[in-house]
């Protein structure tokens, strides 16, 4: 009897030390919130720069999501990956972020305004989601965004870069692996006030009209944007952090190549959109082909100096964008239909340089090919598709290729490069080649003669048009409307539409490449990488799935 009154004092013991054990582990749980990071990619572990900016907040940071309502399966994961991010960035910093949940439709305090009319001022694209219910189609407005507020100031952040109204899987680990680089990229522009000072060279034909409009609209959002007259003016000054060429038509003096290549060996940033050719779809307009020709810009041996040649040919692709092309009726009644047009390729992200873009937009674009420079890493940043070709100048580009089908066999080139990013350390073109003429007009202008450049970054692209914009009539009023940068005029309007005929549109990321390319060359290096962050895609196999559905079935009844 005494041998089992002590077993049971004992295993009442033991259990109340357990009991005692779990209330410890809960009291710790609820103070310190963590988790264990089992994931290949790290998918819930924020990256050292992250940490770094969180963990120094000195003021409270507020942050409104968007994501509030009754959405379709996708929008609703993307709510709840963001959840989970934020939580993540509040367990870094729980006494400096805050974040909570609204609807668009909610009214702002204070305000006879919804959130959602607030958000399109602060260039938020709505989606129109369309609901089937039993009393016919309900229209709910979604803005997948959040904004961020921290002393003041105010920042958006897209959570989710397409406007599509069915996300698909694919898009939604995109939208996963960049949110960490979205949310803490713009609250490192709200913590560090410096605005980078951004130049848009003119004076060799560059344009400045109404195709710029999206351009100069986006840069002029967080950037010191400024015009710059190269012909005019002595020097490129050393507090101008990018200097861009985009698509120059007239050539380029020697003098303006020296003020070019000095900025570059005193550390200035370079990216260049640039057509080596000239061929545009305004000369097919009223007949069925065209000439594409040299520019003869005399760009060649400064480009080449720092390690590539912008080739004079042109890259056609199967991955490409479409136009309409008349493809029967009357003269009178033609009868249209979108065809694939190979000049206009959307192309591919090179490397995991700028990972996490979608299709680029080009028009009529350059092939690049890399020369061996001491020094310097080069780096292909877009490139076509595994189905492409080139075709070298003098070029014929003809309507007429697309009455039929194109030869797929010619189109056996893959991963042409299109766009290069240039590291390291650059030799002048004007080398032992600077007169003392040029070397006083320098001194004059406040600067000494460089031979090398410290540590620096280029970025070229071969096509001058890929962060310009196109023009639609607008419904209502029928004025022309900008569209944004890269975006077919043809195909806007039937994007929404998703498909017509079994032929998809598809979302073009021009304006996220230039923003990105820009991050790379001016922004924090360490937060410019979690952009490169990878969410694996791991699906199940299909075909084994109808294989064994009865196997599984009856295992698992």
């Given at each position: 009897m005494e041998r089992i009154t002590g077993k049971f004092s004992s295993s009442r013991f033991g259990w109340l030390i357990l009991l005692l054990l779990l209330l410890g582990i809960n009291?710790?749980?609820?103070?310190?919130?963590?988790?264990?990071?089992?994931?290949?990619?790290?998918?819930?572990?924020?990256?050292?720069?992250?940490?770094?900016?969180?963990?120094?907040?000195?003021?409270?940071?507020?942050?409104?999501?968007?994501?509030?309502?009754?959405?379709?399966?996708?929008?609703?994961?993307?709510?709840?990956?963001?959840?989970?991010?934020?939580?993540?960035?509040?367990?870094?910093?729980?006494?400096?972020?805050?974040?909570?949940?609204?609807?668009?439709?909610?009214?702002?305090?204070?305000?006879?305004?919804?959130?959602?009319?607030?958000l399109q001022g602060l260039g938020a694209l709505p989606i129109n989601l369309t609901v089937q219910l039993k009393a016919g189609q309900s229209s709910n407005i979604i803005f997948p965004v959040a904004v961020i507020h921290?002393?003041?100031?105010?920042?958006?952040?897209?959570?989710?870069?397409?406007?599509?109204?069915?996300?698909?899987?694919?898009?939604?680990?995109?939208?996963?692996?960049?949110?960490?680089?979205?949310?803490?990229?713009?609250?490192?522009?709200?913590?560090?006030?410096?605005?980078?000072?951004?130049?848009?060279?003119?004076?060799?034909?560059?344009?400045?009209?109404?195709?710029?409009?999206?351009?100069?609209?986006?840069?002029?959002?967080?950037?010191?944007?400024?015009?710059?007259?190269?012909?005019?003016?002595?020097i490129i000054p050393d507090n101008m952090d990018v200097l861009m060429i985009v698509k120059p038509t007239q050539q380029f003096s020697e003098q303006d190549k020296l003020k070019i290549d000095q900025y570059v060996m005193r550390g200035g940033k370079l990216l260049c959109f640039i057509d080596n050719l000239v061929a545009e779809q305004d000369s097919l307009s009223g007949k069925p082909e065209t000439i594409a020709f040299d520019r003869n810009l005399n760009l060649t041996d400064l480009f080449f100096r720092y390690g590539l040649r912008i080739n004079t040919d042109l890259i056609m692709d199967l991955q490409s964008d479409m136009i309409p092309?008349?493809?029967?009726?009357?003269?009178?009644?033609?009868?249209?239909?979108?065809?694939?047009?190979?000049?206009?390729?959307?192309?591919?992200?090179?490397?995991?340089?700028?990972?996490?873009?979608?299709?680029?937009?080009?028009?009529?674009?350059?092939?690049?090919?890399?020369?061996?420079?001491?020094?310097?890493?080069?780096?292909?940043?877009?490139?076509?598709?595994?189905?492409?070709?080139?075709?070298?100048t003098p070029a014929r580009i003809s309507l007429n290729e697309n009455r039929n089908a194109p030869q797929d066999a010619s189109f056996t080139r893959q991963a042409i490069p299109a766009a290069m990013l240039l590291e390291g350390k650059f030799t002048s073109l004007y080398k032992n080649r600077a007169s003392q003429a040029d070397k006083d007009s320098l001194a004059a202008a406040g600067v000494s003669f460089a031979s090398e450049s410290r540590e620096n970054k280029i970025i070229v692209v071969a096509d001058g048009d890929a962060v310009l914009n196109e023009f639609i009539a607008d419904p209502e009023t029928k004025r022309p409307t900008p569209l944004p940068m890269g975006w077919n005029k043809y195909t806007f309007g039937e994007y929404q539409k998703q498909s017509e005929g079994g032929k998809f549109f598809i979302p073009v990321a021009n304006h996220d490449f230039l923003l990105a390319s820009l991050d790379y060359l001016v922004n924090n290096a360490a937060i410019t990488a979690t952009r490169n962050k990878d969410i694996v895609l791991r699906l199940l196999d299909t075909e084994k799935v109808k294989e064994n559905k009865n196997h599984y079935s009856l295992e698992h009844a």
């Open positions: 009291f710790v749980a609820s103070v310190f919130h963590s988790r264990i990071d089992l994931t290949k990619e790290k998918r819930y572990t924020l990256s050292k720069a992250t940490n770094t900016l969180v963990g120094s907040l000195n003021d409270k940071v507020e942050i409104d999501v968007f994501l509030k309502g009754e959405f379709p399966s996708g929008f609703r994961r993307l709510a709840n990956s963001t959840d989970e991010f934020l939580q993540l960035l509040k367990d870094r910093n729980g006494s400096r972020i805050q974040y909570r949940f609204i609807s668009p439709e909610d009214k702002v305090p204070g305000a006879s305004i919804s959130y959602g009319d607030s921290y002393k003041g100031k105010q920042a958006l952040v897209n959570l989710y870069p397409g406007a599509s109204r069915n996300i698909s899987q694919t898009e939604i680990n995109s939208a996963e692996a960049l949110m960490e680089y979205q949310f803490v990229n713009a609250l490192n522009k709200l913590v560090n006030e410096k605005r980078p000072a951004i130049g848009y060279a003119v004076g060799n034909g560059e344009p400045t009209d109404g195709r710029t409009y999206d351009l100069v609209q986006t840069l002029e959002k967080e950037n010191d944007f400024r015009i710059f007259n190269l012909a005019t003016q002595k092309f008349v493809v029967g009726g009357t003269m009178d009644n033609p009868q249209f239909e979108f065809l694939h047009w190979n000049y206009f390729p959307l192309l591919n992200a090179g490397s995991n340089k700028l990972n996490n873009l979608g299709y680029i937009a080009g028009r009529f674009v350059n092939s690049i090919d890399t020369i061996k420079v001491a020094g310097v890493v080069k780096t292909p940043l877009l490139v076509s598709s595994s189905n492409s070709r080139i075709i070298s």
